[in-house]
């Protein structure tokens, strides 16, 4: 995944699934509330990830 615009989509997608969580957080139900979260974490989690190669990869 090295092209930087598939990382700038994932990376937006990834952010704005956990603030519309956040922000619905009341109307979702609980099981489906769990797991959405949990796949929102994983998805912010590798966002930074790729966050930190891409300015890895610029300063070098």
């Known amino acids: 995944?090295?092209?930087?615009?598939?990382i700038l989509?994932?990376?937006i997608v990834s952010f704005?699934?956990?603030i519309i969580l956040i922000m619905k957080k009341d109307s979702l139900p609980a099981q489906m509330k769990r797991y959405l979260a949990l796949l929102a974490i994983v998805?912010?989690?590798i966002?930074?990830?790729?966050?930190l190669l891409t300015f890895f990869r610029a300063g070098t």
């Open 16 to 18: 704005c699934l956990a």
């Open 43 to 45: 998805m912010v989690s």
């Open 9 to 11: 989509t994932f990376v």
């Open 1 to 6: 995944m090295t092209d930087s615009g598939s």
């Open 47 to 51: 966002s930074f990830v790729l966050i």
